[in-house]
């Protein structure tokens, strides 16, 4: 992101919801975004998936610029090459495990590879589930699911806004640890964010936000490392 800045409204209401953000993510790195309610974190991961466009500055994704597609070529690279966890999974119920992980690839038209369905379903570990319903499945197996979904086009990078904000903490370390494993051992490239200390503390760096403006930095982060740095920064 070069010199991002999202304003909304305007006059009096105006909102600058991002101010002025440049930040590189490199790939096979695995990024905790936090900060207050309101610090723009949410506006943050949107402008970086082309689900938002800024009001100034540029996006960059891998050699694509986002800000000089038209919406039908942005539907198409979010599509294809960002992949997205959400707190609630946003499965579809009357879908089996197998046609909710190749939901986008149907969407895109094209036929799954099949080495590399069985490498992400096994790496998921739902390999002895694909003819189930997401009703017949616990939440941390249908976060799995919503995780496999979200690799089965390989994509570029994973989005995941508050990915075990419904998952109890030892269900909710179990996706962490699956998403880390995805970047060190896949060489997959995976930006979340969060609200909690313990869930950033599995990623490579943690980026505060703090009033739409980057506030720092951590590298190799602990919990208690962010939990200090946490009220450092204001009202959570
Ligand atoms: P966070 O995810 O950290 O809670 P957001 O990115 O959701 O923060 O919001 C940052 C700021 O932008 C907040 O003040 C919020 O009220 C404002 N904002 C977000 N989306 C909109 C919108 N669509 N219209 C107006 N204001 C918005």
Same mark, same amino acid.
């Given at each position: 992101m070069e010199s991002v800045s999202r304003v909304y409204g305007g006059g009096s209401g105006m909102v600058r919801a991002l101010d002025n953000v440049s930040i590189t993510l490199n790939r096979r790195t695995f990024t905790a975004v936090m900060g207050p309610s309101g610090s723009g974190k949410s506006t943050f991961l949107h402008c970086a998936a082309g689900l938002d466009t800024p009001t100034s500055g540029r996006v960059w994704l891998g050699d694509k610029e986002l800000s000089r597609l038209g919406e039908t070529a942005l539907t198409k690279l979010r599509r294809q090459r960002v992949g997205f966890v959400f707190q =609630?999974?946003? @499965? %579809? *119920?009357? @879908?089996?495990v197998l046609d909710n992980i190749t939901l986008p690839l149907r969407l895109a038209g094209s036929r799954p590879d099949q080495a590399w369905l069985s490498e992400v379903v096994g790496r998921v570990g739902l390999a002895g589930r694909l003819d189930h319903l997401p009703s017949q499945l616990s939440g941390g197996q249908q976060q799995r699911v919503a995780i496999a979904r979200a690799l089965v086009t390989r994509p570029e990078v994973v989005l995941a806004d508050? *990915?075990?904000? =419904? %998952?109890d903490s030892r269900t909710g370390r179990q996706v962490l640890e699956l998403l880390r494993d995805l970047v060190d051992s896949m060489g997959q490239t995976v930006l979340m964010v969060t609200h909690d200390p313990v869930s950033a503390s599995y990623a490579h760096q943690v980026v505060f936000l703090a009033d739409g403006r980057l506030a720092g930095s951590l590298e190799s982060p602990t919990p208690k490392t962010v939990a200090e740095r946490m009220t450092r920064l204001g009202e959570w």
């Open positions: =609630a999974y946003n @499965l %579809l *119920p009357s @879908l089996s508050e *990915p075990t904000g =419904a %998952l």
